[in-house]
């Protein structure tokens, strides 16, 4: 399948967890922050963790929203959501 000496950034310790949101939970996570899509912040096509997570799901259109998993000290943990943007 792929190259046995490529390496899977999302298994980096230092790599925050990323995951794909499901498209029909994008607009409650839109409304329960009072933000539209264009002002999340951005991540690249061309980002070696979305490339990751589209070995596991396939192609990730621009438009569609990333979940950024980080552990907090003051809690569990602290979700950060990103756009998918073009490559450039």
Do not use: F
């Not at 999340?40 to 061309?46: A, C, E, G, Q, S």
């Not at 589209?54 to 003051?74: A, F, M, Q, Y």
Request: aromatic content about 2%.
């Amino acid at each position: 399948m792929g190259n046995k000496d490529e390496i899977n950034v999302l298994k980096h310790g230092l790599v925050p967890e990323h995951k794909l949101v499901p498209k029909d939970e994008e607009k409650e996570i839109l409304e329960k922050m009072d933000v539209q899509r264009e002002n999340l912040p951005k991540i690249r096509k061309t980002d070696p963790a979305l490339e990751q997570l589209e070995k596991v799901h396939g192609d990730i259109n621009v438009g569609r929203i990333i979940e950024v998993r980080r552990k907090s000290r003051t809690s569990d943990s602290a979700n950060a959501y990103r756009l998918v943007v073009k490559r450039d």
